[in-house]
């Protein structure tokens, strides 16, 4: 009995020491404009939002969400608002995002055309810095895909869910 009590007391006391997630996201948005051209540019027109959810139950369903920075969930419909938008970073483009807990959905959109992804970061207590990029391809429509841990819609099928 007492080293049940005991172990219980390390495991409890390990659980309060136990480093806090503090990191720093950030997230390069590129645009490439033409097919054939595979150069990129920086996407100078976006915003971001991160809040508090996972991918498994949460998602953003609409382009108006996205620039709202709103997740619902797939099975009861609620939503939820993020109060963490994603600050303009560096060179003016960048997104910055400080998270302190997780899981944790990045959302990104594009002011002036109907573009929008959003994924669930992986980020680790103890890593300072991580960057990822999204790049927006100018030339689709119309269209809903996956682009790395991104998924990713365009246009129309903006309310297309992808797995």
């Given at each position: 009995?007492?080293?049940?009590?005991?172990?219980?007391?390390?495991?409890?006391?390990?659980?309060?020491?136990?480093?806090?997630?503090?990191?720093?996201?950030?997230?390069?948005?590129?645009?490439?404009?033409?097919?054939?051209?595979?150069?990129?540019?920086?996407?100078?027109?976006?915003?971001g939002w991160a809040i508090e959810a996972d991918t498994t139950h949460w998602g953003v369903v609409s382009y108006e969400d996205a620039i709202g920075g709103k997740?619902?969930?797939?099975?009861?419909?609620?939503?939820?608002?993020?109060?963490?938008?994603?600050?303009?970073?560096?060179?003016?483009?960048?997104?910055?995002?400080?998270?302190?807990?997780?899981?944790?959905?990045?959302?990104?959109?594009?002011?002036?055309?109907?573009?929008?992804?959003?994924?669930?970061?992986?980020?680790?207590?103890?890593?300072?810095?991580?960057?990822?990029?999204?790049?927006?391809?100018?030339?689709?429509?119309?269209?809903?895909?996956?682009?790395?841990?991104?998924?990713?819609?365009?246009?129309?099928?903006?309310?297309?869910?992808?797995?």
């Open positions: 009995m007492k080293r049940v009590l005991i172990c219980f007391g390390v495991l409890l006391l390990a659980g309060c020491i136990a480093p806090k997630l503090d990191a720093e996201y950030i997230v390069r948005p590129w645009v490439q404009h033409t097919e054939a051209d595979r150069s990129v540019d920086s996407l100078k027109t976006i915003i997740v619902t969930n797939f099975q009861s419909g609620e939503t939820r608002t993020s109060e963490v938008e994603g600050i303009k970073y560096g060179d003016g483009w960048s997104l910055n995002y400080h998270f302190k807990k997780k899981p944790v959905i990045v959302i990104v959109a594009d002011t002036t055309r109907e573009f929008y992804a959003y994924h669930e970061a992986v980020v680790y207590g103890g890593t300072p810095r991580t960057i990822i990029s999204i790049v927006k391809q100018e030339f689709l429509a119309d269209t809903t895909m996956r682009q790395g841990v991104w998924k990713v819609f365009y246009g129309a099928a903006i309310t297309d869910e992808i797995q």
